[in-house]
């Protein structure tokens, strides 16, 4: 258990509709980071946040937004959604924000796109 | 856009051999990191090796780092089953304000008994 919790696990919804991921990083990081990972794609890096705040941009639609809240939860929102978004997207956490240590991941959420 | 590619994109050995994945990468970095993922779960942090070491050991692995090709490896020795996964190596690129782990496509490990 990397202490990483991401709810849901799996997540069916239809084109059109916006879905909301959350994450709870392991007690004591600041760092929350973002990854989609598809068949074709890879592991792509959207967005990361350190204490509340976005420090990193990566590979992120204008479709998706996340956010960082005080408690240090992080959530990632989905919206418009097509057949493409259809992926696991994991959250992952860190003490550093610099990426000196390494990072914890959770299990995913997976979402397919109806 | 993936920083690293691994090589092999795939392996099969037989249980008992050792592994051997590697990786290259294009922007100077600041660390790089070995990751294995069971199939359609979270990633697992296996080993960090900082731009200033060449040679890394935890447990059965091994890490190198050669900065002037760009490129690390990552020897599993004496393989189980258990080792079945796919493994990413990850670059934490130089000279960023904030940073992020860049992942390479994987290299899929098949160990049989």
């Known amino acids: 258990d990397s202490g990483v919790t991401q709810t849901p696990k799996h997540l069916i919804t239809a084109t059109g509709q916006r879905v909301t991921l959350r994450c709870s990083p392991r007690?004591?990081?600041?760092?929350v980071y973002w990854y989609q990972q598809s068949l074709d794609q890879g592991l792509q890096f959207l967005i990361q946040y350190y204490n509340g705040e976005e420090r990193a941009k990566g590979n992120i639609l204008e479709r998706f937004s996340a956010q960082q809240f005080p408690d240090l939860h992080s959530e990632l929102n989905l919206s418009s959604l097509e057949l493409g978004d259809s992926a696991l997207y994991f959250c992952?956490?860190?003490?550093?924000?610099?990426?000196?240590?390494?990072?914890?991941f959770g299990q995913g959420t997976r979402l397919t796109v109806v | 856009s993936q920083q690293g590619e691994e090589d092999p994109q795939a392996l099969s050995i037989q249980e008992g051999e050792n592994a051997t994945m590697n990786c290259s990468y294009k922007t100077s970095i600041n660390n790089l990191q070995w990751y294995r993922q069971n199939s359609g779960r979270g990633l697992v942090h296996l080993i960090l090796?900082?731009?200033?070491?060449r040679e890394k050991h935890s447990g059965r692995l091994r890490v190198t780092l050669d900065t002037s090709k760009k490129s690390s490896s990552l020897l599993i020795t004496a393989s189980r089953a258990a080792d079945t996964a796919s493994y990413f190596c990850a670059t934490d690129e130089e000279g960023g304000t904030a940073s992020k782990l860049t992942f390479g496509t994987g290299t899929r490990l098949q160990v049989t008994l």
């Open positions: 007690s004591g990081d600041l760092s």
């Open positions: 090796i900082r731009s200033n070491e």
């Open positions: 992952a956490s860190s003490v550093h924000p610099e990426g000196e240590t390494e990072a914890f």
